[in-house]
């Protein structure tokens, strides 16, 4: 691990690689799992504040758990949680004609209905954030499901900071982002010389 800022990056989010391969995985991190996605205190109250925008784009099933449970819940570990439907969907999913899941707060943001693209947790994915009162974890989560998205970044060579640019700026600022990748290229330029 290594120090940027107030966080402790693990040594993964540079050295391992990643490319989400839609084409292959149509986007099932959305309805897989057994827990919904981890939310912010803010990214709660926004949804709620969202709902009237995004109720009509959901499905009939989401919204009677969501009239019936609220947007977010407790997982296991205490972790506030996007609502599930049947134990693994994302009240947020949806799958269209051709079998591919999207998230209706994406669609609404990209439409202009609302300001929030989606939580920064699905944004940020693998990358995986854990808080504590002095700093914050960066880790690299690794899920089977994603196996598509490791081989496409490998083919592709592109590192997992890489592919996470615009979500690591959103969390975290530019500036960070900036020493981020210099750490990641000195660490790989001292590495090629050994």
Known sequence: MF??????V???VIEKEFCCDL?????CCCIEGDAGAPLTATEEQQLNQMLPALLPLMTAEAREVVAQKGVAYNDPEGERVTQIVNGKDCVFARTDHNGWCYCVIEKAFNSGKVKMQKPISCYLYPIRLKEFPTFIAVEYHRWDIC???RQKGRRQHIP???FLR???IRRFGEEYYEELKNVAQEWKKQNSQK
């Open 147 to 149: 196996h598509c998205a």
């Open 3 to 8: 120090q940027i800022q107030n966080t402790l």
């Open 10 to 12: 693990s040594l993964d």
């Open 166 to 168: 615009e979500p690591i």
């Open 23 to 27: 084409d292959v995985c149509r986007g």
């Open 160 to 162: 997992v900071y890489e």
